[in-house]
Nanobody, 120 residues
Framework: QVQLVESGGGLVQPGGSLRLSCAAP????????MGWDRQAPGKQRELVAS???????KYVDSVKGRFTISRDNGKNTVYLQMNSLKPEDTAVYYC??????????????WGQGTQVTVAS
């Protein structure tokens, strides 16, 4: 099973920045898409940003202009640069990826989550 490793979460003051990273260190044949979800207490998990193999990106409206998702295909790593952070961005952020672990076996994997807290 593909295992994703997340890093970069932490405590930041409003207006600050954080950069999240997620890597798939296991043997991967191909990755179609990677993205970031988040879940705040009492809220449903939402897809924050995604990037597909052709470089197309999508963002939830609330983070447009502030967050940037990027991908290093050679490293099977996805990044989420978060700028101008707001308290409402506080959540556990989860990395996800879909692709093929070998030539014929699809996979879908999720990280364990990294906490992002935006507060003074």
């Amino acid at each position: 099973q593909v295992q994703l490793v997340e890093s970069g979460g932490g405590l930041v003051q409003p207006g600050g920045s954080l950069r999240l990273s997620c890597a798939a260190p296991g043997r991967i044949y191909s990755i179609h898409a990677m993205g970031w979800d988040r879940q705040a207490p009492g809220k449903q998990r939402e897809l924050v940003a995604s990037i597909v193999s052709d470089g197309t990106t999508k963002y939830v409206d609330s983070v447009k202009g502030r967050f940037t998702i990027s991908r290093d295909n050679g490293k099977n790593t996805v990044y989420l640069q978060m700028n101008s952070l707001k308290p409402e961005d506080t959540a556990v952020y989860y990395c996800n990826a879909v692709g093929f672990s070998d030539r014929s076996t699809p996979f879908g994997s999720w990280g364990q989550g990294t906490q992002v807290t935006v507060a003074s």
